[in-house]
């Protein structure tokens, strides 16, 4: 079945530093690829998605590239701010039939320090 | 747009009781989906409708727990009788096609803790 795999968290960073969160999946077909963030008290927002081999999702300066060779989609983000303290969860959708349900990793917890 | 509405926002309910949860998708969203997410994990599909058909309903625990979506729009999900485990966030979400590539829209959840 398919699954999806993040890096252990959390993680803690200063202000401008270099992001890279880890993310490799396992799916049957070629699935689309995605990248939703988590606020506090808010609900799930799409982040970016790619939905094919080598296209690059990017949105607020994060970018993810999706490498099928290596079956990763990890998240980068060049200088991370305080607002972007946050859970980010990388999912894959498989689109079997009519089947169309993101399987979600299992999130992982980003918090900028000023 | 409007998003996606649920309600209520927050549950307490003791275990062996029932409760339920509403979801309003955006408006021409024909596939809508129930997620549980428990704390520390990432969300589960409990259920996908299309219209008011049922997609996949596989994880849906169908003892205790059920779901309907009538005329296409609205939709409930319950559980009855509850029990500890099911302390979870309850998300709904929907898309515009069946597939959606286009990704997904997510409501705020309801949070159920069972004591």
């Known amino acids: 079945g398919n699954s999806v795999t993040q890096m252990e968290g959390p993680v803690t960073l200063s202000e401008e530093a270099f992001l890279t969160i880890n993310c490799t999946y396992t799916a049957t077909g070629y699935p689309s690829l995605f990248w939703y963030v988590q606020y506090p008290g808010e609900g799930l927002q799409l982040l970016l998605k790619a939905t094919k081999a080598d296209d690059k999702g990017s949105n607020k300066g994060f970018e993810a590239t999706y490498r099928k060779e290596t079956t990763s989609f990890h998240l980068e983000k060049g200088s991370v701010q305080v607002s972007d303290s946050a859970v980010y969860f990388c999912a894959l959708s498989d689109f079997t039939g009519a089947n169309s349900k993101l399987t979600f990793g299992k999130g992982i917890t980003l918090s900028v320090r000023p | 747009e409007a998003g996606v509405a649920q309600s209520p926002r927050y549950k307490i309910i003791e275990k062996r009781q029932s409760v339920a949860f509403w979801c309003n998708p955006i408006s021409g969203h024909a596939t809508l989906y129930w997620y549980q997410q428990i704390l520390g994990q990432g969300p589960k599909l409990l259920i996908q409708?299309?219209?008011?058909?049922?997609?996949?309903d596989s994880q849906l625990p169908k003892d205790r727990f059920s779901a309907e979506r009538l005329k296409g729009v609205d939709s409930t999900l319950k559980i009855q009788p509850a029990k500890l485990e099911d302390s979870a966030v309850y998300l709904c979400?929907?898309?515009?096609?069946?597939?959606?590539?286009?990704?997904?829209?997510f409501g705020s959840g309801t949070r159920l803790t069972v004591v």
């Open positions: 979400a929907s898309s515009l096609g069946l597939q959606g590539v286009e990704g997904y829209t």
């Open positions: 409708f299309q219209n008011n058909g049922v997609v996949d």
